[in-house]
T-cell receptor, first 113, second 111 residues
């Protein structure tokens, strides 16, 4: 299966700053990647579908101007949390779609102070 | 809309005990059903799946049967090991690659 990495694995930032999270497909050219958010003791919630070379498709209730997604190449998608606030603190996970199966990255823990 | 309900944890068992983690779903049509496992510090990994009614998915001693009549996909293992300690997620997909997850069940196996 596909190997997926995320960077950074954890980040702490001040309220009002922006944070970029990278998702890389190390051994597979991914036209589609997914971004999820996971709250403590809760399920993974799909935020958006990232398509290489086109705009991301956001799920209902997810602010596209708040969570900027760029899928500039077949191996890299980035999620930028703009003007982060404490309520944005969460665990962000990406996945790569390959042959109708999803392969997940290890996640990025974001803490906004 | 689609939803997945799985038993709340945490679940703590002794080694070699029998494991059942319940999962039921709500979805129109015939979704595919999955169990994912997340070991500490790692990403989610597909454990097993079933794509149609009465299919049984199995892997690493774990099994789950797609029961259309009860809309269930319960995860079972006959004899758990310490290495099975992880968080288990039940999920469904209706063919469009989007996954709907349950809340996850944390399993701890004590020697």
């Amino acid at each position: 299966g596909a190997v997926v990495s995320q960077h950074p694995s954890w980040v702490i930032c001040k309220s009002g700053t922006s944070v970029k999270i990278e998702c890389r497909s190390l051994d597979f050219q991914a036209t589609t990647m997914f971004w999820y958010r996971q709250f403590p003791k809760q399920s993974l919630m799909l935020m958006a579908t990232s398509n290489e070379g086109s705009k991301a498709t956001y799920e209902q209730g997810v602010e596209k101007d708040k969570f900027l997604i760029n899928h500039a190449s077949l191996t890299l998608s980035t999620l930028t949390v703009t003007s982060a606030h404490p309520e944005d603190s969460s665990f962000y996970i990406c996945s790569v779609s390959s042959y109708n199966e999803q392969f997940f990255g290890p996640g990025t823990r974001l803490t906004v102070l | 809309g689609d939803s997945v309900t799985q038993m709340e944890g945490p679940v703590t068992l002794s080694e070699e005990a029998f494991l059942t983690i319940n999962c039921t779903y709500t979805a129109t049509g015939y979704p595919s059903l999955f169990w994912y496992v997340q070991y500490p510090g790692e990403g989610l990994q597909l454990l097993l799946k079933a794509t149609k009614a009465d299919d049984k998915g199995s892997n690493k001693g774990f099994e789950a049967t797609y029961r259309k009549e009860t809309t269930s996909f319960h995860l079972e293992k006959g004899s758990v090991q310490v290495s099975d300690s992880a968080v288990y997620f039940c999920a469904l997909s209706r063919g469009n690659e989007k996954l709907t997850f349950g809340t996850g069940t944390r399993l701890t196996i004590i020697p």
